[in-house]
């Protein structure tokens, strides 16, 4: 069995992150009180106590005078502090509820950056996913202070907090408007363009796109690169919206179905959405692609167990990973990376529902 390496303690959590608060100037000549200290750092008096006596072994604080601390100085804190040599993921979702392809990035991630000497801690906090995760984010960053963050799945506000603290981070996925932070992603916006142009050629004029109802940046990249395709052409848009579960997008499909406007075709994204949708055409007895015409903006390993194969596009996990590893460890060793978006473009999987 392969030894596990230590998690730093609490006690070098809570060092780090006085260090950073007295290199930041938050306090200037002497420390708070013990009672704020705990309080602000969410830990016992104890814990402080040791944090105290290191960062007074390191010449950064004096011992306890007329019951004060003076700050002697801030600049050795910096010195001080050892370089992490973790990387933390931020996720709202457990690894029970990721797709495959998350599954499977997330593991060549891990092993790269153990290549290169970091270990990756994946932290689970639905709370700092919220429309207002300030509050949830900065306890979290007083417990963990890697030498990066990875976001997976995160908001808007969650990308303006990292930005605007100035932050380590990189967004797996796309960075929502004017944040400058670095990024990787499936080029979702020409996929969907190619996708859309593919059912055009192919005589389909009442094309849907199947959308979850969220804020993801890929969704909403999505959308624009199927309104493009369809604007070429001068066809209106017909988006439909679902609330992810497999009833809620059933509900959805038929409805769309009954309308005026029925859909000769169907691009769908999330491939775990394109299995219901294909399961419950031919459960509703229709033939694809002779009826109706579906596609996959995703892929995943099961699909490859669907009859009749489903035409999707297939991205690398590997190449994935290997992206977000570039950026990830520049920022770590670094504290630069490049903000300009990192695009993959995925290939055609070409089946049998067109």
Not at 32 to 60: D, F, H, K, N
Request: hydrophobic share 45%.
């Amino acid at each position: 069995m392969n030894a596990v390496p230590p998690r730093p303690s609490l006690v070098a959590h809570s060092a780090d992150f006085l260090r950073e608060t007295l290199q930041r100037g938050e306090w200037t000549e002497h420390l708070p009180s013990e009672r704020t200290l705990c309080t602000r750092m969410r830990i016992s008096r104890p814990t402080l106590r040791a944090v105290l006596s290191q960062l007074e072994r390191e010449g950064v604080i004096s011992p306890v005078t007329n019951k004060r601390r003076l700050i002697l100085s801030a600049a050795k804190a910096t010195a001080g502090r050892a370089r992490s040599r973790t990387i933390a993921l931020l996720t709202p979702v457990p690894a029970q509820l990721m797709p495959p392809f998350v599954l499977f990035w997330l593991d060549a991630l891990r092993e790269l950056l153990a290549d290169a000497d970091y270990l990756l801690e994946v932290h689970v906090s639905s709370s700092c996913f919220t429309n207002k995760p300030a509050g949830s984010l900065k306890k979290l960053m007083q417990r963990v202070s890697p030498a990066a963050w990875v976001l997976f799945r995160s908001t808007a506000a969650m990308q303006r907090w990292f930005s605007e603290q100035t932050l380590p981070a990189v967004i797996a996925g796309t960075g929502a408007e004017g944040i400058a932070l670095p990024s990787v992603d499936i080029d979702y916006r020409a996929t969907c363009r190619h996708a859309t142009s593919l059912l055009l050629q192919k005589g389909h004029r009442r094309i849907a796109l199947l959308l979850p109802d969220s804020t993801h940046g890929g969704d909403a990249e999505s959308e624009l690169g199927y309104r493009e395709a369809l604007a070429s052409k001068s066809i209106a848009p017909l988006i439909v919206r679902h609330r992810e579960s497999a009833s809620d997008l059933v509900r959805c499909l038929d409805e769309a179905l009954r309308s005026s406007a029925k859909p000769t075709a169907f691009l769908v994204a999330r491939s775990m959405h394109a299995l219901t949708v294909v399961s419950h055409l031919l459960r509703q007895g229709h033939r694809l692609p002779r009826d109706l015409a579906v596609v996959s903006r995703d892929d995943d390993a099961f699909l490859d167990h669907l009859v009749p194969k489903v035409t999707r596009y297939a991205a690398d996990p590997a190449r994935f990973a290997r992206r977000l590893a570039k950026l990830v460890l520049a920022l770590a060793q670094t504290g630069r990376a490049s903000p300009k978006p990192v695009r993959l473009m995925p290939n055609l999987v070409r089946g049998e529902t067109v």
